[in-house]
Structures are given as structure tokens and as C-alpha cells.
């Protein structure tokens, strides 16, 4: 009897700073989406795909959902609350923790209004004593009907290939949606601009991050060489205080982000890179419906 092939779409939501992104990456075993330890990491949606014999699931990696505090925040949270309608199936991360604050509550309360079956995704167990991982999901068991309860470390690998295997469980027969050799929606321009962002993001001071965005101005092939791209790269900031310290002393904190980004762009392009970056000041950008939609923020539903 031959085997059905599966597909679906399947969002991560949670929190800031739960391992959204670090858990795609790991699904699909390739780094689309950007990481660091800092919260909102994510901005935006991003669809990556995952293909073997059994079929076909189409993540989308959405942006943690926090209190909003300016338009910016504001985009990304309804990003995330309205793919909850849009899928077959989802992911709620929640750190393995007994405490359930009003953040988890709230994206509870969202999750119920939604058809799609939820599966519980308890992460970070590598953090935490294996017998503390029951009295962890005893305390979430109630607070909403989940499908499942599954806990996983997004950072080692532990109990991710259960947890891909559960997610066909609930997925029906359909078509591929993609090509089987396609692994995300997002354009390399937009995907080099996020791993320079990740690298300014891990480097930079904590008040900084949050008020950066990257713009690839120029990306392409220098003539007569196919193994080699030139990139132009403006990081914005919003003060010209904070411009000064992304360029640092004598220009060595932005040679810095510039050498670690560059290492990630070469992998993504298979090619040697030649990346210049450049800083810039837009006060206020965030709160600026222009900015949003010339850095690529969509307009909000």
C-alpha cells in the first residue's frame, strides 16, 4: 500500500526569546531565520519549508508576541496573532518553567479562538533536571486543550525528529506546495540584511538592538567573477548617540559585525563576499508608518 503524502502549514508563536527561530532552523537543518539572546529578535513572517517521504510542512516563524510600544511592535504582534487562522496546525513554545505569566495567558486566550490544533512545545529542557519536565507540564496542561504536550531542546536537538513525526500525525493527505528543493519564501537580499542585524544584535549594548534595522542597498555579482558578490549594507539607527557606538572606536565595532556577518553570507551564498556597511541616523523610525514600509514592514491588518 503506498503511503500518503502529507502537507500543511504550521506556525511557531510564543513569547520573545523562547527559541522560535532556533527550533525552525533546527527542523529544516539549515539557518534561515536569525537568532540572538535578545528579545524581538524576529520581525517579520517567514515561511521555510521541511521535505522527506512523508510529505511536505511549510513553517511560519512569526515574531514573539509581547506588550507593543510603538508601531513597530505593533506590526509584529498582529503578524503573529494573524496567522493563527491561517494554518493547519500550531506550535506554542513556552520555556520549560512552572511559571505561567500574563504573556502566556493572553497568547491563550488568542489560541483559543483559533480551529487549528495546538501543540504545547515545551523547550530549553537541556536547561533544566529531567525530573522537573512532568512538574513543568503539569502546570500548562490546564491552560489550554492541547493536541500535545511535547518537550524538546531546540539547542541540542533532543526530541525534535518526535516532535516532526507528531506534527504529520495531525496533518492530512495534500499536495506539496513547494518545489522539494525550496527552503524559504525569503529573498537572499532580505535574508543577508537579517544576518547582518543578528550579528550588530549579539555585539552591540542592550538598549541598541531594538532601535536597528538593516538595508541592503546593493547585492551582486562582480563582473567576470561567479564566486564573488559585492554587498552594500546601511545599518539605521534612531540616535545619533547610538551611532557612534555601532561604529566604534576608530571604526571597530561595525568592522566587527561586518567580519562575523560576512562569515554567515558566504555559507547562505556558497561565494566569497566583499561587504561594505555604512550607518545611518532616522529618529524615530519605528514609530514612522514611512520607515515601516520602506524597511519592508508590511501595513498592518
Not at 100 to 124: C, F, Q
Not at 137 to 155: C, M, N, Q, R, T
Request: aromatic fraction near 6%.
Amino acid at each position: 500500500m503506498e503511503k500518503q503524502f502529507k502537507s500543511g502549514f504550521v506556525t511557531l508563536v510564543g513569547r520573545p526569546n523562547v527559541g522560535k527561530s532556533t527550533l525552525m532552523n533546527r527542523m529544516i537543518g539549515q539557518k534561515i531565520a536569525i537568532t540572538s539572546s535578545k528579545p524581538q529578535t524576529t520581525r517579520n513572517r517567514i515561511q521555510t519549508v521541511y521535505h522527506d517521504e512523508r510529505g511536505q510542512i511549510v513553517f511560519l516563524d512569526t515574531p514573539g508576541i509581547h506588550k507593543a510600544k510603538n508601531k513597530l511592535g505593533e506590526y509584529m504582534v498582529n503578524t503573529a496573532e494573524n496567522t493563527f487562522s491561517e494554518v493547519d496546525l500550531v506550535l506554542w513554545l513556552v520555556e520549560a518553567d512552572t511559571f505561567i505569566g500574563r504573556g502566556e495567558r493572553h497568547i491563550a486566550d488568542e489560541l483559543k479562538k483559533s480551529d487549528a490544533p495546538v501543540i504545547l512545545v515545551m523547550n530549553k529542557i537541556d536547561t533544566i533536571k529531567k525530573e522537573e519536565i512532568l512538574v513543568c507540564i503539569d502546570a500548562y496542561k490546564d491552560i489550554l486543550d492541547f493536541a500535545e504536550i511535547v518537550p524538546v531542546s531546540a539547542k541540542t536537538g533532543e526530541s525534535v525528529e518526535h516532535l516532526i513525526s507528531i506534527m504529520f500525525d495531525y496533518l492530512q493527505e495534500g499536495p506539496p506546495y513547494y518545489e522539494e528543493d525550496t527552503v524559504t519564501d525569503q529573498p537572499q537580499r532580505q535574508i543577508v540584511a537579517e544576518l547582518v542585524r543578528e550579528k550588530a544584535l549579539r555585539l552591540l549594548s542592550d538598549e541598541i538592538p531594538h532601535g536597528i534595522v538593516v538595508s541592503v542597498e546593493q547585492m551582486k555579482r562582480r563582473k567576470g567573477r561567479q564566486d564573488l558578490f559585492d554587498i552594500d549594507a546601511t545599518i539605521i539607527c534612531e540616535r545619533d548617540s547610538h551611532k557612534g557606538i555601532i561604529i566604534g572606536k576608530q571604526g571597530s565595532m561595525l568592522k566587527k559585525i561586518g567580519t562575523h556577518a560576512r562569515q554567515d553570507i558566504e555559507e547562505l551564498l556558497q561565494a566569497k563576499v566583499n561587504l561594505k556597511l555604512w550607518v545611518k541616523v532616522k529618529k524615530d523610525w519605528r514609530d514612522s508608518d514611512f520607515y515601516l514600509k520602506n524597511f519592508g514592514y508590511r501595513e498592518m491588518e
